[in-house]
C-alpha cells in the first residue's frame, strides 16, 4: 500500500487550498482516510477523517467549519479543501491510510495500523 500527498502550496492568508491522498496498490475502499498536519516546531495533530464508504466524516474543532473532506473511491483519491486559510494552518499535511473494519465510522486518533504518506507542504503567507 502506498500513500501520497500532494497539492500543497504557498498561499495567502484568505485564500482555499485543495489537497489530494492518493492510494495505491490495494482500492482505498478498503481504508479510512485521515488527514494530519505538523506545524513547525510543533507536534503532529488531526485534522479530519472520513470513512472507508464516505458516510461518516469528522473534523478537528480548529478546522470545522473552514475545511471539507471527501473522496472518490473510482479515482482511488481522497481530499481536504481548506477555505479561509491562517497563517496558523501553515505545516506539513500528511494523509493516512487506516483498514476499515478497525473502528466504527472513522477516527482522528494515529494508530499503528496506518499507513502514512510523506507529507505535502502547505505555506500560509499573513
Known amino acids: 500500500l502506498y500513500v501520497v500527498e500532494s497539492g500543497g502550496d504557498l498561499v495567502q492568508a484568505g485564500g482555499s487550498l485543495k489537497l489530494s491522498c492518493v492510494v495505491t496498490?490495494?482500492?482505498?475502499?478498503?481504508?479510512?482516510i485521515i488527514w494530519f498536519r505538523q506545524p513547525p516546531g510543533k507536534e503532529r495533530e488531526e485534522v479530519s477523517c472520513i470513512s472507508s464508504n464516505g458516510d461518516h466524516t469528522q473534523y478537528a474543532n480548529s478546522m470545522n467549519d473552514r475545511s471539507t473532506i471527501w473522496r472518490d473511491n473510482t479515482k482511488n483519491s481522497a481530499y481536504l479543501r481548506i477555505d479561509s486559510l491562517k497563517f496558523e494552518d501553515t505545516g506539513v499535511y500528511f494523509c493516512?491510510?487506516?483498514?476499515?473494519?478497525?473502528?466504527?465510522?472513522?477516527?482522528?486518533?494515529?494508530?499503528?495500523?496506518?499507513?502514512w504518506g510523506r507529507g505535502t507542504q502547505v505555506v500560509v503567507q499573513p
Open positions: 493516512a491510510a487506516m483498514p476499515r473494519e478497525i473502528v466504527s465510522g472513522c477516527t482522528l486518533l494515529e494508530d499503528p495500523s496506518q499507513e
Open positions: 496498490g490495494e482500492p482505498i475502499s478498503l481504508y479510512d
